[in-house]
């Protein structure tokens, strides 16, 4: 469904969408081989013309169909992309093609290319919401309004602390998932079981330390094949954020309330009509920002079963993670547009909420 043409810009944005789309995941792929064949020559595992040769292979040149058929059959694409880049780069190179790696190697670090773009995404796109965020808190300083705690009303506050405690609030979120990033966001060079073992003369932390420079990433010590918790961490960040945004959109939405009506979103003529009541403007963007945020926020709760690797490596822990990573990204985004759109539509009634005010203080 969120590839549906009718929902997917609901539940995602087209940006986060080109990141994790089938395309842009095959390029994660080939770029992982390529720099890694680079990095190997650099250290004169192989011959440079191959790393030469892989560099300007793009994945247009790839032949999707045998990708899918080889997939059905081993169960994991990478051995369907090396047949094919050998078969590219012929006989005399094709043995130094994927030289001294493993499936999980490229998965991983692939998958972590497109979590790096993908943050990068996150970042500029909260940044737009506490921009709108702020605005109003500036425009609403003198701006009072009831406050509401256990469902009642409670004394006067200022608008604007309301929105500054929000503001905090995703700041928080924004630098929990700055650290998370900063540690998680690692390379995989480590062979069959990860120990670098194949690696002749000890040149196999030199090649991981290389990689990890070139994709500008971290690395572990001796590898994280089996230990997930970098993947946890991002995931669970944005789980965190996703959280704090249900919370914000579902707040608004109830001050938005026809018994309450102290802010409303800003309407045009069809926008949140209903099909049998001619006189409803629904809350559409509140709606939206709290759904996919929820959404969102369960996905990233299901990064935690999938941290349970038996031994060395887990088949079926690491499958999840290829369903469970894209969905909490594009549900993340679509949660962070639908909150930007709120905000910068977002109309403040100060006279109603004056009213509510008075109503109160006459009935003391």
């Not at 490596?313 to 709120?342: K, Y």
Request: charged residues 20%; glycine residues 6%.
């Amino acid at each position: 469904m969120l590839n549906w043409a009718l929902y997917e810009s609901c539940f995602s944005t087209l940006h986060m969408r080109q990141i994790w789309s089938e395309e842009a995941m095959l390029s994660a792929w080939l770029k992982v081989e390529q720099t890694l064949a680079c990095c190997q020559a650099d250290q004169g595992l192989i011959p440079p013309a191959v790393a030469e040769q892989l560099a300007e292979i793009s994945a247009c040149q790839l032949n999707e169909q045998t990708l899918q058929d080889k997939m059905q059959l081993v169960g994991r694409p990478i051995v369907g992309l090396v047949e094919q880049l050998r078969h590219l780069l012929g006989p005399d190179h094709a043995p130094y093609v994927h030289y001294l790696a493993t499936t999980q190697d490229i998965m991983d670090t692939a998958t972590m290319l497109q979590i790096q773009r993908g943050i990068t995404e996150i970042q500029l796109q909260l940044e737009a919401v506490l921009i709108q965020l702020q605005r109003h808190a500036q425009e609403q300083r003198h701006t009072r309004m009831l406050g509401r705690t256990n469902g009642q009303h409670a004394v006067p506050l200022q608008f604007s602390t309301k929105l500054e405690v929000w503001i905090a609030e995703l700041k928080r979120r924004r630098d929990n998932l700055q650290y998370a990033t900063s540690h998680g966001l690692m390379v995989q060079v480590g062979g069959p079981v990860g120990d670098l073992s194949k690696y002749p003369d000890n040149c196999g932390p030199a090649v991981k330390a290389a990689m990890a420079d070139a994709l500008n990433m971290g690395f572990a010590d001796p590898h994280w094949q089996n230990a997930r918790d970098g993947i946890a961490d991002i995931i669970m960040a944005l789980g965190s954020l996703s959280a704090s945004l249900c919370k914000i959109a579902q707040n608004v939405n109830l001050l938005a309330s026809s018994d309450i009506g102290e802010v409303s979103e800003g309407h045009r003529n069809g926008r949140g009509a209903s099909s049998s009541m001619a006189h409803k403007k629904n809350q559409r963007a509140s709606e939206f920002a709290e759904a996919t945020a929820r959404l969102a926020r369960q996905r990233a709760e299901q990064i935690g079963e999938l941290t349970l690797h038996q031994h060395e490596r887990s088949g079926g822990a690491m499958i999840g993670e290829w369903l469970v990573i894209p969905e909490v990204f594009l549900l993340c985004s679509g949660a962070l547009m639908w909150t930007e759109q709120l905000f910068t539509g977002l109309q403040v009634h100060s006279d109603v909420m004056q009213q509510h005010i008075e109503q109160q203080a006459a009935s003391l």
